[in-house]
């Protein structure tokens, strides 16, 4: 593989060493496409820079230069020409789509004698000094790490002095004097020049896009969307067309469907007389793509058809970069479109219809963390709104939050718990974090294709954009409601509808989203392709219902704790742990009985004969009495009151010594689970005869039930065997004759270390293992929940010593082999034993992989998330297919780096 690729050389299958970028590029320029010359500086390149501590490979430079020699004889110019000069971008390409996170260069080869050439070459002073200007900002602000300001500053100056609303209206002479102080700044800040050898530009260009691969938004975006580190960038070096020539030139951005809503027609905005920058940045509000019908209406006809070509030819939705030169039509690039999760499903189902794409390909194309957005709330209420503005309805979804105007202290705020909407003049790739910590993004500037939409619109944000009617400035927004100024300061509660674009003072109230026909005919396909079944997390019947109208298949987890948090239980719960005598203790479960009872028959209606696996109580009992420090300043308090009733006194005393008595060093690793049923059998036995006395009820109502019980936290076969003998003969004495045929299991939840390695034993008395991923991570890792994700463990994610947090991705090496081995020596004993998981790892893609390749029988996740594990697992059906088959046909998939 050559260091250097011309586009006319390269195809969409070299997309791993040229970059989505680079590749599509390549396709284009193949099929004939009018695409301006250039070449590709591969990804492998990159990797050997940052291999070599951030140096570029030697001859690298030779390469180059013989690949700028086709491109001047392509274009019949030459690079550093000062009478007719060659203009190169120098633009990134990741292998992952990654807009606007990493960086770019235009007009690159301009010095002070080229620029006096374009500028009688052209007859067009203005626009050639304009082009210098732009090299020199955008080449500090890249190369040089020149904050934005030392540029922006001069230019707002600039207008102010000349009456210069845009920059289409300064004159050359402006341009020529904000040049020369843009040269000053350099100088002054970097101690060096501006480079005026265009050679010296080149390289120090690429240096820089290779650098971007690793800025702080580039990392985070990748952390974000599980994008290699070791990926890389290409380096894309393209001869230059010009949007900012005149009146008969301009520049855009345009979907081949709605990225919002998925709708077939042509999507995006453009500016006349701009570069592309100055669209995708947001410093000025496009015009709709369709107005250009009017403007330039060969340009639109050969536009439109262009993407219809595109899209056929990528069997998916296509984001292209256009600039139009003197009337003639170029693409800069074309890739997948980010779209809502909405569009997403739409344009996937209307594909397959349109016999673009077959079922599996579709299911294939679904992303499963954007049914998550799919499922966006919206604003619930009929009473009137007081409504600040109306902006662009850029990404779906409403979000309400403290008004915040940073990015860091968006993330701050975002930390403490607080719900924050992030407000910018417009957005910039160094924002990622605080778009990402914030509910909602709002910005004064730019268009539906600003980097604030389309990274909004990738991460399910709701966003409303171009809202021009705000006055942003010193932690506070204003604007003019008839006729009187209003003003939000940092923390007031905003919020925004980014499906209508509106800005709303105060908090709302939010509605849940409902299932799209789309959706569900994409499910439809899914279930059809699946083998791993769906069960859900579910502890009331209106949570089972819900699930069941997402298609959940079962309950895979039923946690009874919960069923006693309740105001009204709270106490009797209470009264049955500070019993002294097993008389006194019999007498509370006995009132707590019926009020399980209840619950158990109202989840067996909701599931309607769906298994339900039913946990057996699992936390230590202490957490369900009063604090032990808020007990002991409640003592005092009363001890010093001079008429405190010595009744409560005693009474709180007996409280203290019973919190005291159930104190453990370590609760987690206490009396829970199953070692609380065998201290305490008569709890477990209670909740043993209310679930069958609810099942039998339920019979009697023709409602078929099926429980299945589950034993926590075992870590030897005794403490199984033990249980089950428990549930077995209470079985009898509720259900009679009718526990003969009665359908119900006994299993457990394999959530110690100890209970996986000694599966074998356990299977002996167990139905079915449902791993219990939380709490097995915990043990495996030997890590708290609560204190690593609060102190080190995000630490340990972004300097990547781990590659995810494991209480979200499954860890495949440690705890992920627990699983296998459970498994495997589990159905070594009983073939039929049931396998599946149950905790938050069941609704996670790559987990859902895991699960399937591993031979689960289903796994179980909330509610919400039981439309994405239902694709996930559709999907890894679709790769383990693929992966025979290749493995079959001895072919090699196509190398990731």
């Known amino acids: 593989m050559r260091s250097v690729v011309p586009f006319e050389a390269g195809h969409a299958g070299m997309k791993q060493w040229l970059g989505g970028k680079g590749a599509n590029l390549a396709e284009m320029t193949k099929v004939g496409l009018p695409v301006p010359p250039g070449f590709t500086i591969t990804t492998e390149v990159c990797r050997a820079y940052y291999a070599a501590g951030g140096q570029l490979p030697k001859g690298l430079m030779d390469e180059v230069a013989q690949a700028l020699k086709q491109l001047e004889s392509a274009k019949g110019q030459r690079f550093g020409d000062p009478q007719n000069p060659l203009l190169v971008s120098v633009r990134s390409g990741s292998v992952t789509s990654m807009p606007g996170m990493m960086d770019t260069i235009l007009n690159l080869g301009m010095n002070d004698e080229t620029v006096r050439g374009l500028a009688a070459l052209t007859g067009n002073p203005r626009f050639a000094y304009d082009c210098y200007r732009r090299l020199i900002q955008m080449f500090g602000n890249v190369v040089f790490d020149l904050e934005s300001y030392h540029f922006e500053g001069l230019l707002h100056r600039l207008k102010q002095q000349t009456g210069a609303e845009y920059d289409s209206q300064v004159s050359a002479e402006g341009w020529m004097r904000l040049i020369e102080e843009y040269k000053a700044v350099v100088l002054k800040e970097t ?30 975006y990748r952390k974000v969307h599980h994008i290699p580190d070791e990926q890389g960038t290409a380096v ?38 701009a570069q592309g920058e100055d669209v995708v ?16 209406p060969e340009v639109f006809d050969q536009l439109l058809s262009t993407a219809e070509a595109l899209e056929l030819h990528y069997k998916d939705m296509q984001d292209i970069e256009f600039t139009v030169e003197r009337g003639k039509l170029y693409l800069l690039q074309t890739r997948d479109g980010k779209r809502t999760a909405q569009a997403a499903v739409k344009i996937a189902v209307d594909l397959v219809h349109e016999r673009i794409l077959e079922r599996g390909e579709a299911i294939e194309r679904i992303e499963p963390f954007h049914l998550d957005q799919l499922l966006h709330r919206a604003i619930d209420t009929d009473k009137p709104l007081d409504v600040l503005a109306v902006g662009l309805p850029a990404s779906p979804g409403a979000a309400t939050g403290a008004a915040v105007f940073d990015a860091d202290t968006a993330e701050s705020w975002a930390r403490e718990g607080r719900k924050v909407i992030l407000i910018r003049t417009e957005t910039t790739p160094e924002d990622i974090h605080g778009v990402l910590a914030a509910e909602g993004v709002l910005t004064s500037r730019g268009g539906m294709t600003s980097h604030a939409a389309v990274v909004a619109r990738g991460m399910g944000k709701p966003c409303v954009c171009g809202c021009e009617s705000i006055r942003i400035e010193d932690r506070i ?9 209003r003003i ?3 923390g007031d509660d905003i919020s925004i509808d980014g499906a209508s674009g509106r800005v709303i003072l105060g908090g709302v109230s939010l509605r849940e989203p409902v299932i799209t026909a789309e959706l569900q005919q994409l499910l439809g396909w899914a279930d059809s392709i699946r083998k791993l079944q769906i069960y859900t997390n579910a502890d009331t019947p209106d949570d089972a219902a819900k699930a069941r109208s997402f298609g959940a298949e079962g309950i895979g987890l039923c946690r009874t704790e919960h069923m006693f948090m309740s105001a009204e239980r709270v106490p009797v719960v209470q009264e049955m742990i500070l019993a002294e005598t097993e008389e006194e203790r019999s007498k509370a479960l006995a009132q707590l009985l019926p009020m399980q009872q209840e619950d158990f028959a109202g989840i067996f209606k ?19 009495l009063p604090n032990l420090e808020q007990l002991i300043v409640q003592q005092e308090r009363l001890r010093y009151q001079p008429d405190a009733d010595p009744a409560e ?28 049923g065998l201290v305490l059998p008569e709890i477990y036995e209670m909740q043993v005869e209310a679930v069958f006395r609810a099942a039998l009820s339920c019979l009697n109502e023709q409602v078929e039930a099926r429980p299945d019980i589950m034993i926590p936290l075992v870590g030897h076969a005794n403490e199984l065997k033990r249980m089950r003998e428990l549930v077995e003969r209470k079985a009898e004495e509720v259900l009679g004759d009718a526990a003969r045929t009665f359908r119900y299991r006994i299993g457990t939840m394999i959530e110690v270390p100890r209970a996986a390695v000694t599966a074998a034993q356990i299977a002996a008395h167990a139905d079915f293992f449902s791993f219990g991923t939380n709490d097995l991570t915990q043990m495996t890792f030997g890590y708290s929940r609560d204190d690593a994700e609060g102190k080190f463990l995000t630490h340990y994610v972004e300097s990547n010593l781990l590659p995810d947090n494991p209480f979200q991705v499954l860890d495949r090496d440690g705890v992920g082999r627990l699983i296998e081995w459970a498994v495997e020596q589990g159905k070594s004993v009983k073939p039929q034993l049931k396998t599946s998981i149950c905790g938050e790892h069941g609704g996670d893609k790559q987990s859902i992989f895991f699960c399937h390749a591993v031979g689960l029988d289903y796994v179980s996740c909330s509610p919400y998330r039981v439309p994405l594990a239902r694709i996930a697992a559709a999907q890894a059906q679709l790769a383990l297919g693929k992966a025979q088959k290749n493995e079959e046909t001895g072919l090699i998939p196509e190398r990731s780096a």
């Not at 009146?247 to 027609?265: A, I």
């Not at 940045?281 to 330039?296: Q, S």
């Not at 909701?606 to 369900?624: C, K, N, Q, W, Y």
């Not at 005693?650 to 609380?676: F, I, S, Y």
Request: net charge neutral; glycine share 8%; with cysteine.
């Open 649 to 676: 006194l005693e009474q709180l005393d007996k409280l203290l010594r019973k919190v005291r008595a159930l104190h453990e060093m370590n609760p987690m690793l206490g009396t829970r689970g199953c070692r609380l």
């Open 281 to 296: 940045a947001g410093v000025r509000t496009p015009v709709p793509i369709a107005e250009l019908k009017n403007d330039m």
């Open 236 to 273: 894309n070096i393209q001869s230059m067309v010009f949007g900012n020539m005149g009146s008969d030139c301009g520049t855009g951005v345009v979907f081949t469907r709605n990225p919002s809503t998925g709708e077939k027609s042509l999507y995006g905005e453009y500016l006349m007389n």
């Open 477 to 485: 927004f204003s604007v003019e409601v008839d006729g009187k100024l």
């Open 488 to 490: 939000v300061r940092e």
């Open 606 to 624: 909701a599931m309607s004969g769906l298994p339900v696996t039913i946990r057996l109580l699992d936390p230590p009992l202490h957490e369900f």
């Open 191 to 220: 101690g060096r020049p501006f480079p005026q050898k265009v050679e010296e530009q080149l390289e120090l260009a690429v240096e820089a896009v290779f650098r971007s691969w690793n800025n702080a938004r580039a990392k985070v």
